[in-house]
């Protein structure tokens, strides 16, 4: 709490309990400023947030207000230091690790955190964590209206670092303008969110925006195999150490080796052999884990005191994680929704394999079509059975997503169940000894996007009625 006369040079000794920009959100003692949206102008909304207890407008042009208002030149251009003075600016007193790139965010920000250990917070796609509390949150990558107050309470918490999502959108929207960090990282970057971008170039561009906000002593760490490698690396400020398979990469991957329930893992880094057993499975998180090892070294351990901290890795939620039941067959449950994901995802099931993959997979509504023809014919190809439902429709009908997944592909080894509640209990009832059922798309969303409406729903939750109502 403060008053309105420390975050203003004004005469009003107003309690501000907190500060908000929209109006349905406002609750008795809030500071409402009007910022301009895509779509809406928040000067709009000022009798709204009144009803709703503001006791404080800032606003950028002339408004009738039965509340004192604070007029700036630029509502936007203010929220961000307004939210700083009125949350004593926290991300001075914090180390901030941002995490872009098409897939594997969630993982190696997560990763990173446990292998901190509890000076370390988390925020992304799973919510906001730290060893005091965990919540989720609407956005990936939250505005500096939650950002701010968020990075308070890990502050507060004693949290030293923060390992964070930063999302292509976020940079779009100048979510993150007010930040900078201390590492910066890259997984990778495949075609996604062309519905937002419009061109692969304009992504890669605001990928490439998290590496400029290196700070000075920071460093970038980078996936050495990636296409975009070079575009990116042109835009590393700092010190760069890269990870990948190719010669020339830092941290050199030599060797790997799957199995149904860990991975073991050689690689070479600063002339140095090492041979690590992970508990995560697949190829994809054999990256994964290394740029997360490399980001630990970079707060002074050693790799091998980095290697030791394994120990501490936890499953992250939604991303390959494997459900237990007592039933004689796997259920996979992860976040796959772009063509590259189910690729790698389905590469790994078919190594391990014992008997049938059944995957219960969609499209998202009001996202890049064009991507659905490939993500069809991929899990068409690479599962034995597949059964086509919603994944966050939208606005679009469930079987025109479904027709543009199935495509031209000539492979019939599908059916179409539009709700996604029937076509995981189809599945389970279907599945025999050693199938793999993959519940692909929606990981630990806590929500179904249908119409304008986030209604709520999780894949893991129905799952769990389906085991209690069959014992």
Same mark, same amino acid.
């Given at each position: 709490?403060?008053?309105?006369?420390?975050?203003?040079?004004?005469?009003?000794?107003?309690? %501000?309990?907190?500060?908000?920009?929209?109006?349905?959100?406002?609750?008795?003692?809030?500071?409402?400023?009007?910022?301009?949206?895509?779509?809406?102008?928040?000067?709009?909304?000022?009798?709204?947030?009144?009803?709703?207890? $503001?006791?404080?407008?800032?606003?950028?042009?002339?408004?009738?207000?039965?509340?004192?208002?604070?007029?700036?030149?630029?509502?936007?251009? #203010?929220?961000?230091? &307004?939210?700083?003075?009125?949350?004593?600016?926290?991300?001075?007193?914090?180390?901030?690790?941002?995490?872009?790139?098409?897939?594997?965010?969630?993982?190696?920000? #997560?990763?990173?955190?446990?292998?901190?250990?509890?000076?370390?917070? !988390?925020?992304?796609?799973?919510?906001?964590?730290?060893?005091?509390?965990?919540? =989720?949150?609407?956005?990936?990558?939250?505005?500096?209206?939650?950002?701010?107050?968020?990075?308070?309470?890990?502050?507060?918490?004693?949290?030293?670092?923060?390992?964070?999502?930063?999302?292509?959108?976020?940079?779009?929207?100048?979510?993150?303008?007010?930040?900078?960090?201390?590492?910066?990282?890259?997984?990778?970057?495949?075609?996604?969110?062309?519905?937002?971008?419009?061109?692969?170039? +304009?992504?890669?561009?605001?990928?490439?925006?998290?590496?400029?906000?290196?700070?000075?002593?920071?460093?970038?760490?980078?996936?050495?195999?990636?296409?975009?490698?070079?575009?990116?690396?042109?835009?590393?400020?700092?010190?760069? %150490?890269?990870?990948?398979?190719?010669? /020339?990469?830092?941290?050199?991957?030599?060797?790997?080796? &799957?199995? =149904?329930? +860990?991975?073991?893992?050689?690689?070479?880094?600063?002339?140095?052999?090492?041979?690590?057993?992970?508990?995560?499975?697949?190829?994809?998180?054999?990256?994964?884990?290394? $740029?997360?090892? &490399?980001?630990?070294?970079?707060?002074?351990?050693?790799?091998?005191?980095?290697?030791?901290?394994? @120990?501490?890795?936890?499953?992250? &939620?939604?991303?390959?994680?494997?459900?237990?039941?007592?039933?004689? !067959?796997?259920?996979?449950?992860?976040?796959?929704?772009?063509?590259?994901?189910?690729?790698? %995802?389905?590469?790994?099931?078919? @190594?391990?394999?014992? +008997?049938?993959?059944?995957?219960?997979?969609?499209?998202?509504?009001?996202?890049?079509?064009?991507?659905?023809?490939?993500?069809?014919?991929?899990?068409? #190809?690479?599962?034995?059975?597949?059964?086509?439902?919603?994944?966050?429709?939208?606005?679009?009908?469930?079987?025109?997503?479904?027709?543009?997944?199935?495509?031209?592909?000539?492979?019939? +080894?599908?059916?179409?169940?539009?709700?996604?509640?029937?076509?995981?209990?189809?599945?389970?009832?279907?599945?025999?000894?050693?199938?793999?059922?993959?519940? $692909?798309?929606? /990981?630990?969303?806590?929500?179904?996007?249908?119409?304008?409406?986030?209604?709520?729903?999780?894949?893991?939750?129905?799952?769990?009625?389906?085991?209690?109502?069959?014992?």
């Amino acid at each position: 709490m403060k008053y309105l006369n420390e975050l203003y040079d004004c005469d009003y000794t107003i309690e %501000i309990h907190g500060i908000k920009i929209n109006s349905k959100e406002v609750e008795p003692g809030d500071l409402f400023v009007c910022v301009m949206g895509i779509k809406c102008d928040r000067h709009d909304f000022i009798e709204d947030a009144i009803k709703n207890g $503001a006791v404080a407008i800032v606003a950028s042009r002339k408004v009738n207000s039965s509340v004192p208002v604070i007029y700036v030149k630029d509502t936007n251009a #203010e929220l961000p230091l &307004l939210m700083a003075r009125f949350c004593d600016y926290p991300e001075k007193e914090l180390s901030l690790i941002g995490v872009t790139g098409t897939n594997g965010k969630t993982t190696v920000a #997560e990763l990173i955190q446990d292998l901190m250990g509890e000076d370390c917070a !988390y925020i992304g796609t799973n919510g906001i964590s730290c060893k005091e509390f965990n919540e =989720p949150i609407r956005n990936t990558t939250p505005d500096v209206d939650r950002m701010y107050p968020y990075l308070k309470r890990f502050k507060d918490a004693g949290c030293k670092y923060v390992s964070m999502e930063t999302s292509s959108e976020a940079f779009l929207r100048h979510r993150l303008d007010p930040f900078t960090f201390k590492v910066t990282i890259l997984t990778n970057i495949t075609e996604d969110h062309l519905n937002v971008h419009k061109t692969i170039k +304009n992504y890669v561009k605001c990928k490439c925006e998290l590496f400029k906000k290196t700070i000075k002593g920071g460093t970038s760490i980078l996936n050495y195999d990636d296409k975009h490698y070079k575009e990116v690396r042109a835009c590393c400020p700092e010190k760069v %150490i890269t990870y990948g398979r190719k010669r /020339g990469a830092d941290l050199r991957i030599k060797k790997v080796e &799957l199995a =149904p329930n +860990n991975t073991n893992i050689w690689f070479t880094y600063n002339k140095k052999d090492y041979h690590i057993l992970s508990p995560l499975l697949g190829t994809f998180n054999v990256d994964n884990l290394m $740029a997360s090892l &490399l980001a630990v070294t970079t707060f002074g351990y050693s790799m091998e005191e980095a290697i030791g901290r394994i @120990q501490n890795i936890k499953p992250v &939620l939604g991303r390959m994680e494997s459900l237990s039941f007592g039933e004689p !067959y796997q259920i996979i449950l992860d976040y796959a929704h772009t063509p590259d994901a189910l690729d790698n %995802i389905l590469n790994f099931l078919n @190594q391990i394999k014992k +008997n049938r993959i059944i995957t219960i997979t969609g499209s998202a509504g009001g996202r890049e079509k064009e991507k659905r023809k490939d993500m069809g014919r991929i899990v068409l #190809e690479k599962s034995d059975h597949v059964i086509f439902t919603m994944d966050d429709p939208r606005e679009e009908d469930v079987n025109d997503i479904i027709d543009d997944l199935i495509g031209s592909c000539p492979l019939t +080894n599908y059916e179409r169940i539009e709700d996604r509640v029937k076509a995981i209990h189809k599945a389970l009832d279907m599945a025999r000894k050693d199938d793999i059922i993959l519940l $692909a798309g929606k /990981g630990r969303d806590n929500y179904m996007a249908i119409g304008k409406e986030y209604l709520p729903y999780s894949d893991y939750d129905e799952v769990v009625k389906y085991f209690k109502k069959k014992k």
